[in-house]
């Protein structure tokens, strides 16, 4: 009797429970002012759906930086095969960011799954400035230390293809970003972009990812992935 008893309640709660995911919220169907628009020199046009309702002042620090060319230009600085490929910073160096303060953590309930996109930072949670990285398979590990603000949706492709090392010896770059919601045509082919934008960039200690299987330079040191 005990074990019949046992068994209805786990089949009750495993009821509640699947009525609490079912009745969990879903994520705001993505609109063309929170899709980030990548264009890579591998080649091609990445789309990020971006997530303003876990992440929002990372998303609009992201728009804001997009949207004054920020990013044109700049390189993947640091990239690891199997885990994960990090840009975002002007010196092309890790140790560079915006002129804007740096990001207070929005750590959240995205997982680090392959296309997630989120913030890289230095050993303080709340270093976060402009550098970001994007998953080439899962690390959740990484989850709730990391801020997830998006995922790619289209051009994994063209992410999988960006030069690996730290440094890369010929690093992939964006040559292009926008939000869709502007309607900014891909570059002519062959075009490639000018140098990164370097003007009101702020030297800050070293943005990253948790650390390679062989430890980076960097100034901080964040956990193992």
Not at 16 to 41: M, R, Y
Not at 92 to 97: A, E, L, R, S
Not at 149 to 168: L, N
């Amino acid at each position: 009797m005990r074990v019949i008893w046992a068994g209805l309640v786990a089949l009750a709660l495993g009821h509640a429970a699947a009525a609490q995911v079912a009745a969990a919220p879903p994520p705001p169907p993505p609109t063309p002012e929170n899709t980030l628009v990548l264009d890579l020199s591998t080649g091609g046009r990445v789309t990020i759906e971006m997530r303003p309702d876990v992440a929002p002042k990372h998303v609009e620090r992201v728009k804001a930086l997009v949207r004054e060319h920020f990013y044109d230009g700049t390189i993947f600085h640091r990239v690891i095969d199997g885990f994960m490929a990090q840009g975002g910073d002007p010196t092309g160096t890790g140790t560079g960011g915006s002129k804007l303060p740096n990001l207070k953590a929005e750590f959240n309930d995205l997982p680090h799954v392959r296309g997630a996109v989120a913030m890289a930072r230095a050993g303080d949670t709340d270093s976060a400035n402009s550098q970001f990285y994007i998953c080439f398979a899962p690390s959740l590990k990484l989850d709730r230390n990391y801020t997830v603000w998006g995922r790619v949706t289209s051009g994994m492709e063209f992410v999988d293809a960006i030069e690996k090392g730290e440094p890369p010896a010929n690093p992939s770059k964006i040559v292009q970003a926008s939000i869709a919601a502007d309607h900014v045509a891909p570059p002519a082919a062959g075009v490639a972009s000018g140098p990164a934008v370097s003007v009101g960039t702020t030297p800050v200690p070293a943005a990253t990812v948790p650390a390679a299987p062989v430890p980076p330079p960097a100034a901080a040191v964040p956990p193992s992935r």
